[in-house]
């Protein structure tokens, strides 16, 4: 039997090969690592912009209220200018002063 022996240049050359790709997945890992950070920066960044915007639905929600109930407030205020104003025409009738109606006409 004949032995076949690989050339010391062609493994020096494998050698030289395997350093490069090794270099390059360092190199790789590395642009991996800066886009894992970043990426968590990012989703930090969204978190935040979520929880201020959850604030602010909340104050919109309590101003909701608020202006809900000052417009219950002023629809009761509003009925009872009506109703002043129904009961004034009822005493004008009664007192028969057609002027003064054509006047509480534009009321």
């Known amino acids: 039997m004949h032995k076949r022996t690989i050339p010391l240049e062609w493994c020096d050359e494998v050698l030289e090969f395997s350093g490069d790709v090794l270099e390059r997945c360092c190199e790789l890992l590395g642009i ?3 886009v894992l950070q970043f990426s ?3 989703l930090r960044i969204c978190s935040g912009l979520l929880e201020f915007s959850n604030d602010l639905l909340q104050m ?3 101003l909701s209220g608020k202006c809900s109930g000052l417009l219950e ?3 009761g205020v509003l009925q009872g200018w009506s109703g ?3 009961f004034c ?3 004008l009738r009664k007192r ?3 002027q003064n109606l054509e006047i509480m006409k534009i009321y």
């Open 60 to 62: 919109c929600n309590e």
């Open 96 to 98: 028969n002063y057609p």
């Open 89 to 91: 025409k009822m005493v």
């Open 73 to 75: 407030i002023f629809s």
């Open 32 to 34: 991996s690592s800066g």
């Open 84 to 86: 002043l104003l129904q």
């Open 40 to 42: 968590t920066d990012m």
